[in-house]
């Protein structure tokens, strides 16, 4: 193919990678091990309404009753929601929205690649704000960098992908104060922190867009069902370029099954999830050269003394988990919290090869 055929700003692309895996025990994606359709009260609600789904008819563009149900879920209006095929496509969706080419997008880093590389497609460039020692965020440098460029996007991930840190509220919401353009709040693994949504400030800010995704705590990631929570103005504007029937009617109904026994999942779901990660925590950090960051998610960020033979070490034991390019993110594996026999299985490689690494055998 003639690469001229691209647009410009494509031409350096290296296809996204997804490797195929060969291991056993996937734990690279922050994906949940818990399948919606083992709940009998799910999988009952799902089949009446997949029954009465015609294929042969469009899915509602607008995703009347998920989009009720997702804002009862978040207590707000069914008018400041919108529905998109996974957090993936409501990125996308905003980019899209806002960015022109040669615009700013600004972003903590490291984060979630896909912001900028959905910016990079439309010409505009990224600024990123390095994390201070520790994957901490630096807060003042971030603000400083707002009041400047005044980007016409600012993203900020919380709890952050790939770091796991949380922001205190109060910070998120002094650079929705200093942005005088758009702030997006990514918190897709929100129902790991326990800690409090930035949607419940929602009536404040004519200037914020929060992301939540049914992929993480609701093990949904296969349906792709994401959604925007933002003031009415900002839902219309972003229902402008959002495909007409982006979300099947399948996604839809199993994301309504899904919704209304909500509080029922997280409890069976979450919890174990929560102690599986204090306990790897625990066992990598009492481990020599390894640091398991504080993570407020479903994963945890591990930095070892030499990545790639851990890599390979978990693979032999037919775990795969990812690791990194990024110079930042060098010797740093970020390991999903899945079960605790997993995560079980996972301290035992690491400290072998930790012993290992230390000369014992
Ligand atoms: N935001 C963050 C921070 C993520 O890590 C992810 C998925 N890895 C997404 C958004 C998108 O998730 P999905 O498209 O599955 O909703």
Request: net charge negative; glycine share 4%.
């Given at each position: 193919?003639?690469?001229?055929?691209?647009?410009?700003?494509?031409?350096?692309?290296?296809?996204?990678?997804?490797?195929?895996?060969?291991?056993?025990?996937?734990?690279?994606?922050?994906?949940?091990?818990?399948?919606?359709?083992?709940?009998?009260?799910?999988?009952?609600?799902?089949?009446?309404?997949?029954?009465?789904?015609?294929?042969?008819?469009?899915?509602?563009?607008?995703?009347?009753?998920?989009?009720?149900?997702?804002?009862?879920?978040?207590?707000?209006?069914?008018?400041?929601?919108?529905?998109?095929?996974?957090?993936?496509?409501?990125?996308?969706?905003?980019?899209?929205?806002?960015?022109?080419?040669?615009?700013?997008?600004?972003?903590?880093?490291?984060?979630?690649?896909?912001?900028?590389?959905?910016?990079?497609?439309?010409?505009?460039?990224?600024?990123?704000v390095n994390?201070?020692?520790?994957?901490?965020?630096d807060r003042e440098g971030l603000l400083q960098k707002?009041?400047?460029?005044?980007?016409?996007?600012?993203?900020?991930?919380?709890?952050?992908?790939?770091?796991?840190?949380?922001?205190?509220?109060?910070?998120?919401?002094?650079?929705?104060?200093?942005?005088?353009?758009?702030?997006?709040?990514?918190?897709?693994?929100?129902?790991?922190?326990?800690?409090?949504?930035?949607?419940?400030?929602?009536?404040?800010?004519?200037?914020?867009?929060?992301?939540?995704?049914?992929?993480?705590?609701?093990?949904?990631?296969?349906?792709?069902?994401?959604?925007?929570?933002?003031?009415?103005?900002?839902?219309?504007?972003?229902?402008?370029?959002?495909?007409?029937?982006?979300?099947?009617?399948?996604?839809?109904?199993?994301?309504?099954?899904?919704?209304?026994?909500?509080?029922?999942?997280?409890?069976?779901?979450?919890?174990?999830?929560?102690?599986?990660?204090?306990?790897?925590?625990?066992?990598?950090?009492?481990?020599?050269?390894?640091?398991?960051?504080?993570?407020?998610?479903?994963?945890?960020?591990?930095?070892?003394?030499?990545?790639?033979?851990?890599?390979?070490?978990?693979?032999?034991?037919?775990?795969?988990?990812?690791?990194?390019?990024?110079?930042?993110?060098?010797?740093?594996?970020?390991?999903?919290?899945?079960?605790?026999?997993?995560?079980?299985?996972?301290?035992?490689?690491?400290?072998?090869?930790?012993?290992?690494?230390?000369?014992?055998?």
């Open positions: 193919m003639n690469k001229e055929w691209l647009r410009r700003s494509i031409r350096s692309f290296e296809p996204y990678d997804v490797p195929e895996l060969k291991e056993k025990i996937i734990i690279n994606a922050n994906e949940s091990p818990y399948n919606v359709f083992d709940f009998a009260e799910v999988k009952a609600d799902f089949m009446a309404s997949f029954a009465e789904t015609p294929s042969f008819r469009y899915p509602d563009p607008f995703a009347k009753k998920l989009r009720a149900a997702l804002a009862d879920y978040v207590c707000c209006r069914p008018e400041e929601v919108l529905v998109g095929n996974g957090g993936d496509e409501i990125i996308s969706v905003i980019i899209n929205t806002f960015l022109d080419a040669d615009d700013t997008l600004l972003v903590h880093a490291p984060t979630f690649d896909i912001y900028s590389i959905d910016a990079q497609i439309v010409g505009a460039k990224t600024v990123c994390d201070l020692p520790g994957f901490k965020r707002v009041k400047e460029l005044q980007p016409k996007v600012t993203v900020i991930c919380n709890p952050n992908n790939p770091t796991g840190e949380l922001l205190p509220l109060s910070f998120v919401e002094e650079v929705v104060q200093a942005a005088q353009n758009i702030v997006v709040v990514d918190e897709a693994y929100l129902e790991f922190a326990g800690a409090e949504s930035i949607i419940g400030k929602l009536n404040k800010y004519d200037n914020l867009i929060v992301i939540r995704t049914l992929s993480k705590a609701f093990g949904m990631a296969g349906l792709r069902v994401g959604y925007a929570v933002a003031q009415k103005e900002l839902i219309e504007a972003l229902s402008l370029v959002k495909p007409v029937y982006n979300v099947s009617s399948i996604s839809q109904i199993a994301a309504l099954a899904v919704m209304k026994h909500s509080q029922m999942i997280l409890q069976h779901n979450v919890p174990p999830t929560l102690a599986a990660r204090q306990y790897l925590s625990e066992a990598l950090n009492a481990l020599p050269g390894v640091t398991a960051y504080p993570s407020a998610t479903n994963f945890l960020l591990a930095q070892v003394p030499d990545g790639a033979a851990y890599v390979k070490a978990l693979s032999e034991a037919d775990i795969s988990v990812r690791a990194y390019k990024a110079a930042a993110l060098k010797n740093c594996l970020r390991i999903t919290v899945t079960t605790m026999e997993v995560v079980k299985k996972v301290a035992e490689v690491f400290k072998k090869e930790a012993e290992y690494a230390q000369g014992g055998n």
